[in-house]
């Protein structure tokens, strides 16, 4: 069987874009390579579809569970759609098959790590910064002063991070892939807002969350919050989780 060529973002070894292999390699049986946007077969975690365009002479690629990375106009689409990662970017385009499955194949992250034994020690809080707010200096003198609180790396191997984040009584990520992946393991956790230099905003955020049908709305550090994350555990739901995730596997584009 020939490999699947896949594109994914390669510039850093970001937790997302790390686990987008992996998981298509786990959920499809094949061996994965990475392919530029212009030659590869799937496109699946991660906001790439604007790098895909829509000339008549570009390649027609299999996208999985892929979503934008910023609210783009509704425009038609040449691609061949599996899944996308929620509603918003579903709405983005015209004409798609309301059928269409919905969302992140990052939570399908459990896969990767379901032969592994659970974590001996446990973590009270788990903090996963973005890429983009390693380094924050609020959060490294809160982490350091209160018990409990660990700090992750965003740039650690997709399984160290998955480990860290089973081994977690509750999760706090500006990073969007850090929540997914707490979601898929059943962890609760919540958005943290640390900076406003993500690109995008919320707009991935609140794509993600769509297909749970709510709105989620960010929380800021504070120690309090790092003390106490009761609240967190007593608002935590994803509806549907089960669903979602038996959809993302029926949906992965088989035989490309």
Not at 141 to 158: M, N, S, T
Not at 204 to 230: C, H, I, M, Q, W
């Amino acid at each position: 069987m020939k490999p699947l060529a896949l594109y994914w973002s390669s510039s850093k070894p970001n937790f997302g874009d790390a686990l987008s292999p992996l998981i298509c390699a786990r959920v499809s049986g094949r061996e994965v390579v990475w392919a530029p946007p212009g030659r590869c077969d799937v496109v699946a975690l991660g906001s790439l579809m604007q790098r895909f365009k829509e000339h008549w002479w570009t390649r027609r690629v299999h996208v999985w569970g892929t979503g934008f990375i910023e609210h783009p106009p509704a425009h038609a689409s040449r691609h061949h759609y599996h899944a996308v990662r929620g509603r918003l970017t579903q709405a983005a385009i015209s004409g798609l098959k309301q059928e269409v499955a919905l969302g992140d194949p990052g939570l399908l992250a459990p896969l990767l790590v379901e032969d592994r034994p659970a974590p001996a020690r446990r973590c009270r809080v788990l903090v996963i910064p973005h890429y983009k707010d390693k380094g924050n200096a609020a959060l490294a003198e809160l982490a350091a002063r209160v018990p409990g609180v660990e700090v992750a790396d965003i740039f650690a191997p997709a399984t160290t991070l998955l480990e860290q984040i089973r081994a977690a009584e509750v999760v706090l990520s500006s990073a969007m892939h850090g929540l997914i992946a707490a979601d898929s393991l059943g962890v609760p956790n919540a958005w943290l807002k640390l900076s406003d230099a993500v690109r995008g905003g919320d707009f991935k955020f609140n794509d993600y969350y769509s297909v749970f049908g709510f709105a989620a709305t960010p929380l800021a550090l504070s120690e309090p919050l790092l003390r106490d994350p009761s609240a967190v555990v007593a608002q935590y739901r994803r509806p549907g989780l089960a669903d979602i995730q038996e959809r993302l596997m029926r949906s992965f584009p088989d035989g490309v």
